[in-house]
């Protein structure tokens, strides 16, 4: 079983940045999918960026194209995320999430999940 943290939200401005990160332990991340969601208030959890194990092919969700980066230090056990050009529609709860899979997409149904930490930009 994989245990994941995840950590380093805060408030922010529009247009500021912010670096999430979310530390494993049980298992390595170079050998696991993940991926990080978010959940706005009274919206759906969406998918926002995903890295393969394996290849570390990464994608993304177009809403943060270019703006957001998802990256993983094997030494660390850690997976981050940058927030960079926030928008208040960055707003949520963002969660990591890892699975055993590959390939993996943003719809797998990711078995080991984080207790989120939260995003809040303000306009």
């Known amino acids: 079983q994989v245990q994941l943290v995840e950590s380093g939200g805060g408030s922010a401005q529009a247009g500021g940045s912010l670096r999430l990160s979310c530390a494993a332990s049980?298992?390595?991340?170079?050998?696991?999918?993940m991926a990080w969601f978010r959940q706005a208030p009274g919206k759906e959890r969406e998918g926002v960026a995903i890295?393969?194990?394996?290849?570390?092919?990464?994608y993304y969700t177009d809403s943060v194209k270019g703006r957001f980066t998802i990256s993983r230090d094997n030494a660390k056990n850690t997976l981050y995320l940058q927030l960079n050009s926030l928008k208040p529609e960055d707003t949520g709860m963002y969660y990591c999430?890892?699975?055993?899979?590959?390939?993996?997409?943003?719809?797998?149904?990711?078995?080991?999940w984080g207790q989120g930490t939260q995003v809040t930009v303000s306009s």
């Open positions: 049980g298992y390595s991340v170079s050998g696991l999918c």
């Open positions: 999430a890892a699975h055993y899979i590959f390939p993996c997409n943003l719809g797998t149904a990711f078995a080991n």
């Open positions: 890295i393969q194990r394996l290849t570390s092919v990464t």
